[in-house]
């Protein structure tokens, strides 16, 4: 062997009076050999090279043994000949030390040789050693927070960073220490206390790093005394496990050593005198259900580090517009945490964004794996998570996996009532609430001033499988269930009126409402006290506009259950909950009708006047959707006199709106302008606005928007664009009802569409459209289809428009939404004529035209205008100019003055074509010098121009 390669100064490490030589295999103490047989000088390597870590028995046994099979007996003899030949022992002098039931630690300082420290300029200054690690190539979200904790060190000196298991607290430190080297001339020491199990080697793993070996008598007092004027910096990484040691040394270190700085990461903190926190928090995410392009979804920090270590893993394409919102859900499941996102990316190479995001469901997903070079406690999340649980005392692993029972946020009082079997246990179940809180594996947020505690959802996933592994999981899920019950009835929702509560404020607690729902309804669960809940909760989700849910729900309550008895009280709940459910998500087929007939059954049998009322107002919506004028005045009668008889302003308030609807409907405009009216007088006289939401619907702003297009109709432009502009400013101002927003945009829009403002409409129907997807309201979305389709064919896209407007008929047909029917129809023919399939328009529009025979006539002008064009098309003038004739005649019976324009407008035309001009100009000007106002709108500037063009 060749004396030479001993001399290299990498190659040498040196522990007290030893050297090994790695590469040249060989150990001397001062200048004299020490023989040692391979298996054993592997085991030193093996334990030097990692000083200050436990190595596990299994690690060794591949080091000295590798491919062979042997017991951990022949691995204690070999430790046993490294100790006699190490003299380990003699003189309280101590070299390797046996961690029970891991493996073993070299416990003595290590250090080169010959090498020294270099500075940020790359000169030996002859100080100490450091062995710190490398940072990320590429740190995500985090530039502010290294910033911010460096300039917290050097003006405190000591510094915790805190945070959950996962989050980043050590990436943060490593690269807090890089930014700082060149302060400390290169005097960085990392000390990963993560690999003790024994509190009492944290002083000889801080002396080990450097290259200092502590006095046993007294390990503290030794280091302090050795860092005395020294000007470093200590990283003392991993501390919640050690935390008693830890922040000994860190407060005798800060206070007796005034040179010397720390920065510790813990997922508590260490609560010691001089100690600076910082919390470090979740990387951010997009927030749900924002429309955000996926530009705008990777300005979020978390969306970067996926897609980053996505990447890596095999991800060849950029984010598309698709998987945006699958990626920002992702992130947002995972809460943020920046190892749950890491190990979730790691598997899009295999398993595609979409495999992620199915997966994440299951909770094997917990043991994905990481980097094969990050530490053990990190190479999964199980493995994390299993750090942090097995620190916990047992009460506080009780009460988290109890806590595990709730989605998303709960409250001090939830947790006492889920988490406590008795009252007494109530105040100890605060304490592990509050310890919890410290220890990072629980988090608070203040919302409507209320304090809110939710689990992150990796801890969730993991303490949720420790409840079932204890055989808790239902018994903890009855009393869950049970808690929300009694929250429900407590706050009386389930005999509100939607209205009467701010919904909103319930939003925190829809996911644990979910939950109780669900175990109520599963095999393991209670189907007498489920359905008592779906009637509690029906309230509550059509409140949030969670409609499909209610319809389950409601659905299962009193379908699933088949002859089982229900009270009568809990079934008229039901039954109004689901008629509305039905009537937005599905439709407005028999089996809403069937709903509410059955409800309005129940209430007289109860005699309950409120509910029969509520539900007379859903009889009255369903039928006017229907275009059955004269079954929703009736509804509306009904309704009327019972709120007249329990002496309900709001439901007075509703019934003179609803009646001006039904006028406006038939044709009777005039009519329909004063009860509407009216109403709103009354609303402001008894503020019913505050307390009228009748089925998921503010009838303020649907009476407003019904007021703006009657207003147009009747010739006062100006003022139906104000009311029309008020309905959708009103909503845009606060948290509203969906349903009540799809009302504004869409009839609102239809207002400012027949005043001529293009743009704006078009803008509006957007919102209307993607509003109506997000919340699964199918007639909304028709509605805005149709509407984006009219659009379209006046600004000459036919074809487009034909598309839309055939997709908007086919929903409204599945749907049986027939309230805006006619106009789509209307608008089609015309989209039929621009393009010269004049058969099939003529056909079209009479269909439309018969369809109004039921009563509903408030289109019926339009429709003969659209008719009298197609027929001109066709060369019949003098057909179209009887149908034109007969359109005027119609609007000026309904006093419909705009419609009465539009129609001599057309009119005109085609008498001017007939060299008829001084008939065309006084067809159009008798009409015209009726009007008071809107002379700047689209329609009138026609006429104005068609009066001066025949002058």
């Known amino acids: 062997m060749n004396d030479h390669r001993h001399s290299l100064p990498e190659d040498a490490l040196s522990f007290g009076p030893f050297s090994l030589f790695v590469t040249g295999r060989q150990l001397k103490r001062a200048d004299d050999p020490i023989h040692l047989g391979g298996r054993a000088l592997d085991l030193l390597i093996a334990l030097v090279e990692r000083a200050g870590e436990v190595v596990s028995y299994n690690e060794l046994i591949s080091s000295a043994w590798p491919n062979v099979t042997v017991f951990e007996a022949n691995l204690r003899v070999q430790i046993g000949t490294l100790r006699k030949a190490l003299n380990d022992g003699e003189d309280g002098t101590r070299y390797i030390s046996n961690v029970s039931g891991r493996g073993y630690c070299f416990v003595a300082p290590v250090s080169h040789a010959i090498a020294r ?180 979804v990777m300005g979020y920090p978390a969306v970067q580090l996926f897609m980053d270590r996505a990447a890596a893993a095999g991800q060849r394409t950029a984010l598309s517009e698709v998987d945006a919102p699958i990626v920002a859900s992702i992130c947002r499941r995972l809460d943020g945490i920046a190892l749950a996102i890491e190990l979730a990316a790691s598997r899009a190479g295999s398993l595609g964004i979409r495999g992620i995001a199915e997966l994440l469901d299951n909770r094997f997903s917990l043991l994905w794996h990481g980097r094969r070079t990050g530490v053990p406690r990190h190479q999964t999340m199980n493995a994390m998570l299993d750090w942090s649980y097995k620190l916990l005392p047992e009460q506080e692993r009780v009460v988290l996996r109890r806590l595990s029972v709730f989605v998303g946020d709960f409250t001090v009082e939830a947790a006492c009532s889920v988490a406590s079997e008795t009252k007494a246990e109530e105040a100890s179940t605060i304490e592990a609430l509050e310890s919890l809180l410290t220890k990072s594996l629980i988090s608070t947020t203040q919302e409507s001033e209320s304090a809110y505690y939710r689990l992150p959802e990796t801890t969730r996933a993991y303490a949720r499988a420790k409840l079932a592994e204890r055989g808790e999981a239902d018994c903890v899920a009855r009393r869950h269930a049970e808690y929300y019950s009694r929250f429900l009835q407590r706050d009386e929702i389930t005999n509100s009126r ?48 969670l409609l499909e849910e209610c319809r389950y729900f409601c659905e299962w309550a009193l379908v699933a259950r088949g002859d089982k008895s229900i009270s009568a009280q809990t079934e008229i709940i039901l039954q109004e909950s689901l008629a509305l459910a039905y009537m937005y998500t599905r439709g407005h087929d028999v089996s809403a009708r069937a709903a509410i007939e059955r409800g309005l059954e129940l209430a007289e049998t109860l005699k309950d006047k409120v509910r029969e009322l509520q539900l007379l107002a859903s009889l009255n919506l369903f039928l006017v959707r229907q275009r059955d004028v004269r079954g929703a005045r009736a509804a509306v009668e009904r309704g009327r006199s019972v709120a007249q008889a329990i002496s309900d302003p709001a439901g007075l308030v509703w019934a003179e709106w609803m009646i001006g609807v039904s006028d406006y409907m038939k044709g009777d405009l005039a009519s329909a302008q004063f009860h509407i009216e009216k109403g709103m007088s009354l609303d402001a006289e008894v503020g019913s606005h505050l307390v009228n939401n009748y089925f998921g619907i503010i009838n303020r702003t649907g009476a407003m928007v019904a007021l703006a297009r009657v207003l147009w109709l009747r010739g006062f432009p100006d003022r139906a664009l104000r009311t029309a502009q008020k309905a959708i400013d009103e909503l845009s101002r606060g948290r509203h009802h969906p349903v009540s927003v799809c009302t504004s945009l869409l009839y609102g829009a239809s207002v400012i569409f027949w005043t001529g403002n293009i743009s704006k409409v078009r803008e509006l129907v957007e919102q209307l459209i993607g509003y109506a997807e997000r919340h699964a309201l199918r007639p909304y979305r028709a509605g805005g289809l149709g509407l984006k389709g009219e659009l379209q064919v006046a600004s000459g896209e036919a074809q487009a428009g034909i598309e839309s407007l055939r997709e908007a008929l086919e929903i409204m047909d599945a749907e049986q939404y027939n309230v805006v ?102 067809c159009v000007a008798n009409v015209y010098d009726r009007f008071t106002e809107g002379f700047d709108t689209l329609d009138l500037k026609l006429a104005h121009a068609m009066i001066a063009q025949d002058a």
């Open 117 to 296: 420290p270099t500075t940020a300029e790359g000169n030996t200054d002859g100080e100490l050693p450091r062995k710190l690690p490398q940072p990320l190539e590429r740190m995500v979200g985090r530039d502010e927070v290294v910033r911010a904790v460096s300039e917290q060190l050097i003006m405190g000196r000591f510094v915790s960073i805190v945070g959950p298991g996962g989050i980043g607290k050590t990436t943060v430190a490593i690269s807090v220490a890089h930014s700082l080297l060149k302060g400390f001339r290169g005097a960085v020491f990392f000390i990963d206390l993560g690999t003790l199990t024994n509190s009492q080697l944290v002083p000889t793993a801080v002396g080990s790093a450097l290259g200092f070996m502590v006095q046993a008598h007294d390990p503290f007092g030794s280091l302090v005394t050795y860092l005395d004027e020294k000007k470093i910096l200590l990283i003392l990484d991993n501390c919640e496990h050690v935390i008693e040691s830890a922040s000994e040394l860190a407060e005798r270190v800060v206070n007796e050593a005034p040179q010397a700085y720390i920065l510790a990461t813990s997922r508590e903190a260490l609560r010691v005198e001089g100690e600076h926190v910082h919390l470090l928090y979740s990387l951010d995410c997009p927030p749900e259900h924002a429309d955000t392009t996926a530009a705008e």
């Open 821 to 922: 029917r006619a106009a789509a129809i209307g608008a089609l023919a015309e989209g039929l004529r621009i393009i010269g399939q004049l058969e099939e328009a003529l056909f079209t529009i009479d269909g439309a035209i018969a369809a109004t025979h039921s009563g509903a006539e408030f289109d019926l002008p339009a429709l003969l205008r659209i008719k009298g064009e197609i027929l001109a098309a066709r060369k019949d003038r003098e057909s179209a100019k009887t149908c034109l004739r007969t359109s005027i005649a119609k609007a000026h019976a309904q006093q419909a003055l705009s419609l009465e324009l539009r129609s001599a407008m057309t009119l005109a035309r085609l008498l001017r074509e007939d060299g008829e001009s001084v008939e065309a100009r006084q």
């Open 498 to 545: 939607i209205g009467q509560h701010d919904f909103s404020l319930y939003a925190p607690h829809i996911g644990n409402v979910r939950a109780a729902l669900g175990w109520a309804l599963s095999d393991r669960g209670d189907p007498a006290f489920g359905t008592a809940l779906v009637a509690q909760a029906a309230p509550l989700l059509l409140g949030l506009s």
